[in-house]
């Protein structure tokens, strides 16, 4: 058995550049250092979309990267846009994100993910965060908010890759890294009991 | 490595995969001088190269079987992408191959040092006796000039070559026999939590075909990958860091590449041979072999180029005793086809098989802990053979690890549905974990019989920057094949209910738009659509028989028009059971191997 052929429909939904070795980039310019306060919102937002907790985002040592890369493909005014949107979302919340987990998931639902704008950007940062993967965004988002050489679908790095939450989420690893080893396949997952 | 082509050889090998590379270490281990002449690049030979390819198939987009291997115009390799459905638009030119229908072919190689043993699976089942006996006893395909007896004692030497994990008492079924003192030489790989699950959910079961029933059994599968060791075995660890890779870590990557090397690759081989006696010279594109007026090959011409990104290359000749084209079952009968030789039956190139590989997927009631382990360590051999063969092909089922992988791409398929129902956060990350690790996918690798229409041809029309032929392949699946789809629907949904698993939660679907879209008309006249992918195991091109009008080769790989041409792999075997054809083919490269030896002694 190998696998060769593909559902062309599925692969397009996933993989929508350049495919047959990582693209040539252009090195992302350095954005300035993130104030403290957008950082905060940052981890504060990609937790409320990730379901995992801030110091799972930051173990993965990926948070700086991912903060870098949004902001370098959607632009400062973008990104300020949506922290600012994810800080009205938890002072409207009650000014605490923890406190009433349903009600800021119908608040961010609406308020972020429902926006034309704002939404496509949310999704792809979770996305960003789940597999390591930006997608490019979707052309009428870029036709109304202009089109960045840098929006690209493309896997942001190697470590990226293996930093994807989604591994952990199914409760396995990387498919190609952190090799739980020998015979390790062979045990109960148990990771899925209710 | 320069100023060797002045040299004179006692044999040219042309390729460096698994059978190029154990005829190599055959022939040098006995003194014999030789010469590999490889179009790909040697990248992977230090750990560290080796090391590069994991980065880059961990960045590719598509994680596909050559997505670790950088694509090199001058010795070009079909990727996955590039397959497209045929019949929306013939031919297809996209890739390397020229595709002209009236199917697609699903199957790619790779053209790289090592060759497709970098992104091959492992898997290494024997054939059983019977495929080598298919039209005396069931009256379609053709027999072998060997029985597997013949091979018999091969199969013990390459299973020790390729580093085979399992046990023999799991393999003993359909006659497939061993010696007494013998076993394989490393332990089973361990059976994933998955097979158990579908091992105990299906005791007891059985599926009819005509008036006999098939109990449906779950085996170990034998893989070349590193296992716990028998006897003086010792595993073959990484290529230049032998301590790496001495037991399957669970890596679950090992299509496209296994980080850690502990799946065979004809590396590890090309790493033993003996420098004193063998040669290897990349980046070297066998363009023609030239023949002399008594019908013997006089030397072979190869391009040698300086680099993958210019087409700058020098043209080059060198002379051996014997010559033999290792090069893959598309790029040998390319070759021989180029150069006019061995073809007086017209059967070179004819005959292209592949196993069809059909699959289908469901949700399980509970988890079956997938995305973990090798991509298959079970099966369910019970279809390899059996009376039903007069009707339709043999299929080996392969019980998947890895969730419904080709069929839809998880996981990133399934966190870009939950995303676009905007479910984010916690809702997000548990409904991941709890559909995902249930996704089971069941393939069945199905025999397809030797036709003369399905083949590999020339055409000046399609060159490819070095100014050699580009493979042009003509490709159909006969009813035989698609009625054994249809049969492993069959066995598909008899293994899920048996299961417990509710038609609403069986997703097999066959989609028009996919490359491998076709319909079949049953007995009783109904139309029905199926759908299937490429195994990667090309087959055919340069047949064995036993007389020079109906074959390519003889029984030793020899050609039958020119006595020292070996013509070997996988394209030589004139039908392909149900078994991944690598360990074959290895087996059969010893047998020429010893030959060859007779004719330098």
Known sequence: MTYS?????TMQAINTGPSHSAPQRTPLRTPPAPT?????????????LTGYDHAELYGTGMVDVYLGTLTAIVGDGMTGRLLQRWADIVEEGGGDPHREPHKMEGLLRHQMLDDDTLGPVARNLAFLWYTGQWNQ?????????????????????????????????????????????YGSWALPPQGNAP | MSGAPNETWDAIIIGSGPVGANVAKTLSD???????????????????????YVDTYRAALVKEPNSPYPPNPNAPSTYSQDIHNVQQRVPVLSGYQVEKGPLSFGSTYLRSLGGTSLHWLGTSPRMVPNDFRLKTLYGVGVDWPISYDTLQPYYCRAERALGVSANKADQTHFGIWFPEDYDYPMERIPPSYSDQVIAEGTKGLSVTFGDQAYPVSVTSLAQARNSIPRGDYTPLGAVGAPHIGQRCEGNASCIPICPVQAKYSSLKTLAQLDRDHATIITQAVVSRLLINESGRIDGVEYKRYAAEGSNQYTTVTAAATIYVVAAHAVESAKLLLASGAANSSDQLGR???????????????KSLGTFRGPGQTSEIPSFRDGPFRNDF?????????????IATFPPNSNVQNLLNANIVGRKLRNQLGDVVPRQLRIGYVIEQLPEPGNRVTIDPEFMDPLGCYRPVIHYNVSDYTRAGMVAANKVSNAVFHSMGITDANIFTHFDSSSPGYMMYRTESGQEVPLSFYGSGHHMGTHRMGVSRTDSVVNQYQQSWDHDNLYVVGCGSMPT??????TLTAVAMAFMAADHMLQQLR
Do not use: C
């Open chain 1, 36 to 48: 403290a306060l957008a950082l905060e919102r940052f981890v504060q937002l990609s937790g409320a």
């Open chain 2, 30 to 52: 006995r003194g014999k001088r030789v010469l590999i002449l490889e179009a790909g690049r040697n990248s992977g030979t230090t750990y560290e190269g080796y090391l590069s």
């Open chain 1, 5 to 9: 052929a593909h559902d062309p429909r």
């Open chain 1, 137 to 181: 965004l979707p052309a009428d988002w870029r036709d109304a908010n202009g089109a960045n050489a840098l929006d690209q679908t493309y896997i942001i790095s190697p470590d990226a890759y293996v930093q994807g939450l989604v591994w952990q989420a199914i409760h396995s690893h990387p498919m190609g890294a952190k090799q739980p080893g």
């Open chain 2, 351 to 365: 005959n292209l098989m592949d196993h069809p590989f059909f699959i289908t997927w469901a949700l399980a009631p």
């Open chain 2, 576 to 581: 392909t059971g149900s078994s991944n054809p």
């Open chain 2, 393 to 405: 092909a043999a299929f080996r089922v392969d019980l998947g690890n890895w969730g419904w992988d």
